[in-house]
């Protein structure tokens, strides 16, 4: 990377990044796996854009491409070191083979380095979590003293693992659905509500309140809303930090935001979508209760309605059923197995059907944009952008927004958003495709 191409303010990282995950399970055991087995040649990070991917600059006849990881300065794969808080207390070696993602293979070529994973404990709440084994709750009782003990954890892993600075990463069991009330209203009002243990605050809510107090960007790899709260935003703002949620998106509602964007290019109708699928790993498990499926309900099904636009095309998309399911079933593991039935309607409003069947790998498709996401969320702080990255929206199901934004759930628009900020930030011009580089500022016309 020559300096020339990076925007002045945007800084190169230096020296190792601690990787902060809340939770260490079968996501995020797989994600460093994966770092690890890339940096020893093992394997190769299949997924990631920020690893793989590429990004054109320049007008269309002198285009350009470079590899994105050379086109903005983000931190080095070499540089990843790794901490986590779990309520359950396995090491990174146990848990991913309990998890059964990886094969033998490969997790014995990176066992020492899982093993030295050791979660410090996690805050247990069960009126957010029930279904888990807990054996690591963390000791401290109000909400203040978590606090006070999540931020001393921050300190002591970046000493340990010889970083100075820090990204946080949830990726713990889906919290259960709550609304959220007057105590996260404000940085005010929530404060107040961590000294008087309020039990509205989440555990999400306290890990993401003491990182951010230590400077770390915050992603919300799961459903709950934390980063949505104005409380939160507030308080993202006043530490001048980055972040972004809410809820990956790996699967059945990436299909679905190529899928729908081409029912809508063609004005094809839609009558109904019906989701389903199967699996069996620990987080179906705790999906497996209703409130907490709530949750992934809520952020699952919300993508039809900011792509379709039912309002705008009444005629097409104004009376479509969409329902969405998830089933634990415990053979299947981490390898889910999701089906989609799709009708549509055609010309003079004939029905068809589409039948997705994807059989998938819950973690494996989850990894890289977690490692994408803690390099582009630490890129962002170098930068001094601070608050919700909406540009990082092309990775989750429902995309945090600041307040006024609507909501883009078009993965390629979404793409096109995400390599254009890159290009701004490199000192390159955006890259909009209408194609009229080709014609100068007017379309060819006949002279007869
Ligand atoms: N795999 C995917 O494709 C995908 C996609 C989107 C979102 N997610 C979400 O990512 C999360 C992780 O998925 P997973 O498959 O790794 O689940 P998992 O059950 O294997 O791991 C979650 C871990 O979080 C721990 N945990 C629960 N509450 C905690 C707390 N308060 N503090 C610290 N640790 C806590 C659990 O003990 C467990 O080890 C889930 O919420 C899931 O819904 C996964």
């Known amino acids: 990377m020559t300096e020339s191409n990076v925007k002045s303010g945007c800084k190169k990282p230096s020296g190792k990044l601690a990787v902060l995950t809340i939770g260490l ?37 002198v285009c350009q491409k470079k590899m994105i990881k050379e086109l903005v300065p983000l931190a080095d794969l070499n540089d990843l070191v790794f901490g986590a808080w779990d309520v359950v207390g396995e090491d990174g070696l146990t848990v991913a083979r309990r ?37 690591n709750a963390m000791k401290a009782q109000t909400a203040a003293e978590k606090v006070a003990q999540v931020r001393q954890d921050i300190r002591e892993m970046k000493k340990e693992l010889g970083a100075d600075r820090a990204v946080m990463l949830f990726t713990a069991s889906t919290e259960k659905y709550h609304k959220p009330g007057k105590a996260h209203e404000s940085l005010a009002a929530f404060e107040k509500a961590i000294a008087d243990n309020d039990p509205s605050i989440s555990p999400t809510m306290i890990y993401i309140y003491a990182g951010m107090l230590e400077g770390c960007p915050f992603i919300n790899g799961t459903p709950n809303y934390s980063v949505d709260l104005p409380a939160i935003q507030e308080l993202a703002k006043k530490q001048c930090l980055p972040m972004g949620g809410k809820d990956l998106k790996s699967g059945q509602t990436m299909m679905k935001t190529v899928l729908a964007p081409a029912f809508k290019a063609r004005m094809l109708g839609l009558r109904g979508w019906f989701s389903t699928n199967i699996l069996g790993n620990r987080d179906g498990e705790v999906l497996n209760d209703p409130e907490a499926f709530h949750s992934k309900e809520v952020t699952k099904t919300g993508v039809l309605d900011t792509i379709l636009d039912p309002n705008e095309y009444p005629d097409l998309y104004g009376d479509y059923h969409h329902m969405v399911r998830i089933n634990y079933y415990r053979p299947r593991g981490d390898e889910k197995e999701g089906w989609d039935n799709i009708d549509i309607m055609g010309w003079l409003g004939y029905p068809m059907q589409i039948k997705v069947n994807f059989l998938c790998r819950d973690s494996i498709l989850a990894a890289p944009l977690c490692l994408d996401l803690v390099l582009f969320m630490d890129f962002a702080r170098n930068q001094g952008w601070h608050g919700i990255q909406e540009w990082l929206s092309f990775y989750f199901k429902s995309p945090n927004v600041p307040a006024g934004h609507v909501q883009e759930n078009d993965l390629f628009i979404q793409l096109t958003r995400l390599k ?25 016309v006949c002279d007869k």
Do not use: W
């Open 420 to 444: 254009n900020t890159l290009r701004v930030a490199a000192g390159e011009a955006p890259i909009t495709r209408l194609g009229l580089e080709y014609y100068g500022d007017d379309l060819p």
């Open 99 to 135: 998890s059964a993602v990886l094969n033998d293979r490969d997790i014995a070529a990176c066992a020492d380095f899982l093993k030295a994973i050791k979660p410090r404990p996690g805050i247990h709440d069960p009126a957010y979590v029930r279904e888990l084994p807990v054996d």
């Open 25 to 61: 399970g079968a996501v995020s055991t797989t994600f460093m796996a994966g770092v690890e087995l890339s940096r020893k040649g093992l394997g190769k990070p299949i997924g990631s854009l920020t690893q793989m991917g590429t990004a054109a600059f320049g007008k269309n006849d």
